[in-house]
Nanobody, 130 residues
Framework: QAQLVESGGGLVQPGGSLRLTCAASGLPLDYYAIGWFRQAPGKEREAVSCISSGNPNTKYADSVKGRFTITRDSTKNTVYLQMNSLQPEDTAVYFC???????????????????????WGQGTQVTVSS
């Protein structure tokens, strides 16, 4: 059964760092574009970052560019989101998702449209507060 599990969330002070992990079972992540999304209370879910399958291309939301880094470890079937210089506005539940689309795989792309993603994890809470 395909499953994504996020971990690594927690409480951190402004300016701090966290590394989120998206571990997959039943899904060879090398063949999927992976996205990180977040949802804060009372707000819509928004895309944070994504990484394409194969020779990876990455994409970042303007709000996190220069602070967050997405990487893939094929040997562990895992995708990471390194988050630095965290701010209170980064507080949200963070989700990883996998896109099995042949279209994005062949083009070496990843997209920010949540509707394109087929598998989702349960989320991990990130709270940035002093």
């Amino acid at each position: 059964q395909a499953q994504l599990v996020e971990s690594g969330g927690g409480l951190v002070q402004p300016g701090g760092s966290l590394r989120l992990t998206c571990a997959a079972s039943g899904l060879p992540l090398d063949y999927y574009a992976i996205g990180w999304f977040r949802q804060a209370p009372g707000k819509e879910r928004e895309a944070v970052s994504c990484i394409s399958s194969g020779n990876p291309n990455t994409k970042y939301a303007d709000s996190v560019k220069g602070r967050f880094t997405i990487t893939r470890d094929s040997t562990k079937n895992t995708v990471y989101l390194q988050m630095n210089s965290l701010q209170p506005e980064d507080t949200a539940v963070y989700f990883c998702a996998a896109d099995r689309s042949t279209h994005t795989r062949l083009l070496g792309l990843c997209v920010f449209s949540a509707s394109e993603y087929d598998y989702w994890g349960q989320g991990t809470q990130v709270t940035v507060s002093s």
